[in-house]
């Protein structure tokens, strides 16, 4: 089966610097991507990490190790409207499907 | 300008009576997902086609179906809806298979009374 972990909250300050980890099982493992879902609202991409390595995206960098089947996504100088539900992905290429698979998602509360 | 549009935000549908959500994109991709997120968890993916490949997760009830007429519509039927089903329901794309990026639709938020 898959299973992906996170962490299900994290409250920060703003300007802080946090990280959120996620660690996975999958077979077909193709990636990991982490997306940002606000309260009603759609999930976002925020970043893709396809090999080992660092990825940074303005104040946003994703982390990925494959020999470890861990990453994480870090999120530096907070902001309030950072406050919302952050996703852990693993796109998968099993067999001849691909596929997108979600962790159960962590809360990030941003206090002033 | 909307890229993956869903229809309508808001249904409310009674108990056992089937309805049909829609989503139409205006990316021209191939890969076409649906996922169910009820309250603060993970969106659930139900289906996903590649062009009109049909793919259905081992777990997705047999009370949900999908239909995929050209590459730009998707519809999820729910043929006999009962409680457990209200959730929001995110229609989402990605350009090939194994894509880096997929893009959500605004969701559709069913209630069943």
């Known amino acids: 089966g898959q299973s992906l972990e996170q962490p299900s909250e994290v409250t920060a300050v703003e300007g802080a610097i946090v990280q959120i980890n996620c660690t996975y099982q999958t077979s077909g493992f193709y990636g990991l991507s982490w997306y940002q879902q606000h309260d009603g609202g759609a999930p976002t991409f925020l970043s893709y990490n396809g090999l080992d390595g660092l990825e940074e995206t303005g104040r946003f960098s994703s982390f990925l190790s494959r020999s470890d089947s861990y990453g994480y996504l870090l999120l530096q100088e907070l902001q309030m409207k950072d406050s919302a539900s952050y996703f852990c992905?693993?796109?998968?290429?099993?067999?001849?499907?691909?596929?997108?698979?979600f962790g159960k998602g962590t809360k990030l509360s941003v206090k002033p | 300008d909307a890229m993956v549009i869903q229809n309508p935000r808001y249904q409310v549908t009674q108990f056992g009576k089937p309805v049909t959500l829609s989503c139409s994109q205006t990316?021209?991709?191939?890969?076409m997902y649906w996922y169910q997120q009820k309250s603060s968890q993970a969106p659930k993916l139900l289906f996903h086609y590649y062009d009109k490949d049909f793919n259905n997760e081992a777990d997705t009830p047999d009370n949900f179906q999908s239909r995929r007429p050209n590459t730009s519509f998707c519809f999820l039927d729910i043929r006999s809806p009962g409680l457990g089903d209200a959730a929001m329901y995110l229609c989402?794309?990605?350009?090939?298979?194994?894509?880096?990026?997929?893009?959500f639709g605004q969701g559709t938020r069913l209630t069943v009374v």
């Open positions: 992905a693993v796109v998968n290429y099993g067999g001849s499907q691909g596929n997108l698979i």
């Open positions: 990316l021209n991709h191939n890969v």
């Open positions: 989402a794309t990605s350009r090939v298979r194994a894509d880096t990026e997929a893009f």
